[in-house]
């Protein structure tokens, strides 16, 4: 494995990729709103389409949030996310066109043009969003924390408990905090590089 092809130094591409882990369990250690301010101002740079931004945020703090928010998760889900310093609703804003004049400027026409069929923004804020969802996630990773996404949850009753309106989307649930004892499971294997790229 070589890494002198990348800008990046080896200690970064380790934080980012090689040695981040998906975590299940956390020290009590508190996750900051200055962090996460950080994480996101970090990560908002991230390219999406027509530089839409579907992406919205839930932070679940309280002891009462967190009763709501775990009735919701699957079993295996449950322990570890009550347990967690700082729990992130990742969702899509499937009306994110309304913004889109004020991030795209210099198109603000694309509003109707692309967007005006609710299916169309459905499929476009699923996407974009999860762009964005990943990029949380290496955000999190490059402020010194561990991310545990999960998607084991009632959709439904996620985006009604905690969005209500019908427009949004829930995309992850995501731990946050400092790796605790046992964190991670055994690093599962990934595909070559030759099973993946080809070259036309």
């Known amino acids: 494995m070589t890494t002198d092809a990348l800008v990046l130094d080896a200690a970064a591409q380790d934080l980012l990729f090689r040695e981040a882990r998906t975590a299940n ?28 931004q579907p992406l919205r945020v839930v932070l679940v703090r309280s002891t009462e949030g967190r009763e709501r928010l775990v009735q919701h998760l699957a079993d295996g889900n449950k322990a570890k996310t009550a347990a967690a310093p700082l729990v992130a609703i990742l969702a899509a804003d499937n009306e994110f066109h309304e913004e889109l004049p004020t991030q795209l400027p210099h198109f603000p026409q694309a509003k109707d043009m692309f967007f005006s069929e609710r299916s169309v923004r459905e499929q476009s804020a699923t996407l974009n969003g999860a762009l964005q ?21 009632d ?13 949004h989307s829930v995309l992850a649930v995501v731990n946050i905090g400092k790796p605790g004892e ?7 294997p990934r ?3 030759d099973e993946v790229v080809t070259t036309v």
């Open 191 to 193: 595909l070559e590089y």
């Open 25 to 52: 369990t956390f020290t009590d250690e508190p996750v900051s709103d200055e962090q996460v301010q950080a994480i996101y101002d970090l990560v908002k740079f991230g390219p999406t389409a027509f530089n839409q």
């Open 155 to 167: 959709a439904d009753g996620l985006n009604k408990e905690f969005f209500g309106d019908g427009e």
């Open 182 to 188: 046992d964190a991670w499971f055994p690093r599962s």
């Open 133 to 153: 969802a990943a990029y949380f996630i290496i955000g999190v990773r490059a402020a010194g924390l561990a991310a545990g996404p999960m998607t084991g949850y």
